[in-house]
């Protein structure tokens, strides 16, 4: 039986997905536990895409605080120590809401493979990137993915790329209404148009901008991960709330407002990465 | 009508790459959610600066666009809530929005920016810093002309702003990496902005700048403003060239000459005497056409001394004996030969040290110089 803390003995036992580029197959997420866990610190773990993470998994919440960050520090550092099983529960989340996800890309085309990399989004705007193995699952639009590690953004800075908009930092940057922030009118909103407002909408423009933002000087593709879903998600026209709203009930007719909240995983690995 | 934000002759336009339609959409999607995000109606509290700021900027920017593009996208309706939303409250809205501007941190994330490019960078995250600067610039110019239009104005924010422009249409090259992207926001400019609204076609100046940068580095990297020289002046260094070829080849046979073959010094060795390593110096030729090869093998020391017998072999392409070639002629170092059986022509040691000439080797009766190949020490 597990603990709270987690055994120290047993690592994290990895779960796996439905392909969603490969009907009935299933594919691991992340390669290892260490993998896993730099993930869920990285993403589950580190504002503001946790925010985010529990709009796309609302049980989120029963295991822990997201605006709570230093419970979110102790939960990824118990991970750490105790070889991430303490952070199987948050795993397991992790895996029924890509799980979800992914399906969602299989049904609705979202999905697209250049040979050497899947990229697929669900309707929470969950961004899957495989390449063997799920090599990330990310709320896109959320800040910038790899900014979203503080020592990366540090290391970014560093080297002088700019990662916020400098010329609006002045005066009042610290604007108590930041895009993470809630509105009062926000009171008013159900589950759903929060995640499509707050998550699924950021995540679709992210990947639509990545259009003249994965090219080099003369149209060269370079980065071909998250751009390679541009020409696949509808006109702007066909995604207005009522468009996502029928897509996600289309996707998701048990569970309307999102993944269970009790999430079981696909199948089961003996955590050294093969299933 | 002339179109002065497009360059047909960028690769990435000539290939259709940069999409206007995408990057308007973009811009459409931004002021939708800065108008929910800006509450249903104006407060002493709402919208607060950085909602007020996105509004400000977006309704401008997309006021510099193809009308034609804001139909085909749906978003009339967008740019007329933006417009009432300013209607009355416009001014105040100004005034929030021009409290965030900094253009000391646009200034000094720029430098920073050239600075990083001395270093070799991720492409990916150049492009990205390139473009988040570009429009950063580019929303903080068009909310002082929005501001200035609804008769808010902060001098001193403007000086700052103006250096930014200044600073970046003087380092267009900096932002090379964002090319496209800047394509594509050319593509969507309307062409006669500068007689729609002199205002906003002041901010699309950078873009101009950028534009320059590019064809100008793209005409670099073709050699595309490289002047064909005379062709008095090509032939001239043509015949220079090989003049200077054949003078240099003359020196190295004149080198060879004295080389090519082994010392006499060195000694046979003997009954009773200390066995000397015999080695050996491999010499090849090919014919102009390539389909033959011809093959001298030089022991080293040579067991009979200068009465040793070599023999030229000759091979075609698979490397089998080169029967076609029998009874042809050859000259070898001035020594002449015929080639016999299996493709053999046999050569007297001492008769090729002899002449003293360079291993040149003319085959034929109209004695057609082979090309002698030269190998490196492992080949």
Redesign the interface.
């Known amino acids: 039986m597990r603990t709270a803390e987690g055994d120290a003995r047993t690592p994290l036992q990895l779960n796996a997905v439905p392909h969603p580029a490969r009907g009935g197959a299933a594919v691991q997420l992340f390669a290892d536990w260490q993998t896993a866990c730099a993930h869920l610190r990285d993403h589950w773990l580190t504002a503001p895409e946790c925010q985010a993470w529990a709009l796309v998994a609302p049980a989120y919440t029963s295991l822990l605080d997201p605006g709570d960050a230093d419970a979110r520090y102790r939960y990824a550092e118990q991970a750490r120590i105790t070889a991430g099983s303490s952070a199987q529960p948050l795993y397991d989340l992790c895996v029924a809401a890509v799980a979800l996800e992914a399906g969602d890309a299989a049904r609705l085309q979202w999905v697209q493979d250049d040979g050497r990399v899947t990229a697929a989004m669900g309707t929470s705007g969950v961004v899957l990137l495989i390449e063997g193995v799920v090599r990330t699952a990310f709320v896109a639009g959320q800040g910038?993915p790899?900014a979203t590690k503080d020592g990366q953004r540090r290391r970014?800075e560093r080297?002088?790329?700019?990662?916020e908009?400098?010329?609006?930092?002045?005066?009042?940057?610290g604007?108590?209404?930041?895009?993470q922030s809630r509105?009062?009118?926000e009171d008013k909103w159900s589950a759903e148009e929060r995640l499509y407002?707050r998550v699924f909408?950021p995540a679709?423009?992210l990947v639509?901008?990545a259009?003249?933002?994965?090219?080099?000087?003369?149209?060269g593709i370079?980065?071909a991960d998250y751009a390679l879903l541009?020409g696949l998600l509808p006109?702007?026209?066909r995604l207005k709330y009522e468009d996502w709203l029928e897509l996600r009930r289309a996707c998701r007719p048990e569970s309307p407002s999102g993944p269970p909240q009790d999430p079981r995983p696909a199948a089961v690995t003996d955590g050294t990465g093969k299933n | 009508m002339s179109e002065p934000y497009i360059r047909h002759n960028l690769a990435a336009t000539r290939d259709g790459i940069p999409d206007a339609v995408a990057e308007v959409a973009c811009w459409l999607d931004r002021l939708e959610d800065a108008l929910r995000d800006a509450g249903p109606e104006v407060t002493a509290e709402s919208p607060g600066p950085q909602e007020a700021y996105d509004c400000l900027a977006l309704a401008a920017k997309l006021k510099r666009v193809r009308p034609e593009l804001i139909e085909e996208l749906e978003g009339v309706e967008e740019l007329q809530r933006a417009g009432a939303m300013l209607d009355g409250n416009g001014a105040e809205l100004a005034r929030r929005a021009l409290g965030v501007l900094n253009p000391d941190a646009w200034l000094e994330a720029a430098r920073e920016f050239d600075r990083a490019l001395d270093e070799p960078l991720d492409e990916s995250e150049e492009i990205e810093g390139a473009v988040e600067l570009i429009e950063d610039l580019d929303d903080g110019e068009l909310v002082l002309a929005a501001a200035r239009r609804l008769g808010v104005a902060d001098a001193d924010v403007e000086t700052g702003v103006e250096r930014c422009v200044d600073w970046l249409c003087q380092h267009a090259d900096v932002f090379l990496a964002a090319s496209v992207y800047v394509q594509a926001v050319g593509l969507a400019l309307r062409p006669d902005l500068e007689s729609q609204d002199y205002d906003l076609a002041a901010t699309a100046l950078k873009f101009a700048a950028l534009l320059d940068a590019a064809e100008a580095a793209e005409a670099d990297l073709t050699l595309a403003h490289v002047q064909p020289l005379p062709t008095a002046v090509v032939q001239g260094l043509y015949d220079k060239y090989v003049e200077e070829r054949e003078r240099l080849r003359a020196v190295f046979l004149a080198a060879l000459a004295l080389k090519w073959l082994p010392p006499l010094r060195r000694r046979v060795a003997g009954r009773g005497e200390e066995a000397v390593q015999t080695e050996a110096r491999v010499w090849e030729w090919s014919s102009p056409d390539g389909q033959w090869l011809a093959r001298l093998v030089v022991p080293d020391p040579p067991p009979r001394g200068d009465e040793e017998m070599l023999s030229l072999a000759f091979f075609d392409a698979a490397h089998r004996e080169a029967a076609d070639l029998v009874g042809r002629p050859v000259v070898l170092a001035g020594v002449e030969g015929t080639v016999g059986q299996r493709g053999r022509a046999p050569l007297a040691l001492g008769a090729l040290r002899a002449t003293g000439e360079a291993p040149r080797l003319y085959v034929g009766t109209d004695r057609v110089e082979w090309e002698l190949q030269m190998k490196g020490p492992d080949e």
């Open positions: 910038d790899q970014l080297r002088g790329l700019p990662r908009r400098p010329l609006r930092s002045g005066g009042h940057g604007d108590p209404h930041g895009p509105r009062p009118w407002y909408r679709v423009q639509k901008r259009q003249h933002r994965s090219r080099d000087m003369r149209g370079v980065r541009k006109t702007r026209s």
